[in-house]
């Protein structure tokens, strides 16, 4: 019997809408909004609005391109948290309905834990127990993996996101958002250790993101105070240097991780894990440690429905099921 399970992605910016069969991935339809980009940053209630717009329209394109009828479903799933409150109501209370409607079973995802589960979509996957480091604009966090459903965070941010620092930092540049995909354009052309900034050392598995942000605040005030076109001539450099910087910050926690747990099945996920610089210095750092590391395609890196439906999949295994009366969770935990 085949198992067919439409999954449902509306935590942030991006809607998003996929058919998962037997464990594999039909298509991953997504909708990106633009209105945020004048803004400078995500306005959660436009964020909502957006998605009341592009649901519907996305779900039936995911559902006439993978060639079946919605009779033929055995499941809704759909992100629970975390996320912004709008947005997740929005993708959950459609789910919801049309779960009802069609007398079929409703299950919640966590859009962290589905963020690793995008590891499964392709070959080759890891093998349990791992560790992946989990970072986006909202979290950044190490989490021990001992099976699709069972996780464990054993490192996270006491404070800001890694993601958040990168925007954050091309806010300050003048870079349009989203500005962690451009910081990443310019560190390609730059020198690394053009500027030092301070690498943070927490205590544990602990990051701390916004002692780097006050640093750069203050770098480039200086700076310009000598010289106004400061941005504009070192804006390479500058990039670089910073990229450098939160990558390091990143990778210490990460070989600390898997020295202590003694684990060297390594992964990476989240919208920041399609940096190309966090990329090569894992390829590094496996050749160097003998490190088996894994990352997943560029699109299934940032916020996406087929990560859903992926996890999705083996919830529905173990008849993980909601009951209509569920709520989203803006600040759900793994």
Known sequence: MNVNILAIESSCDETSASIISNGKILNNIVATQ?????????VPELASRAHQQHLIPVVQEAISS????KSELNAIAVTLGPGLMGSLMVGVSFAKSLAYSLGIPLIGVNHMEAHIMAHFIDEPKPSFPFICLTVSGGHTQLVLVKSHLEMEVIGETMDDAVG???????????????????????????????????ISDMPGLTFSFSGIKTAILYFLRDQIKENPNFIEEHINDICASVQYTLIQTLMQKLKKAAKEYQIKEIAIAGGVSANSGLRRELEVLAEKLKWKTYIPKFEYCTDNAAMIAMAAHYKYQ??????LDASPEARMKI
């Not at 633009?34 to 995500?42: A, F, L, P, R």
């Not at 993978?66 to 009828?69: C, E, F, R, V």
Request: aromatic share 12%; hydrophobic share 35%; net charge neutral.
């Open 34 to 42: 633009s209105v945020h980009e004048k803004y400078g940053g995500v």
């Open 66 to 69: 993978s060639g079946m009828a």
């Open 164 to 198: 958040e620092a990168f925007d954050k930092t091309a806010k300050l540049l003048g870079l349009p958002y989203p500005g962690g995909p451009l910081i990443d354009k310019h560190a390609q052309l730059g020198n690394p250790l053009a500027y030092k900034f301070p």
């Open 318 to 323: 173990q008849s993980e099921f909601l009951g």
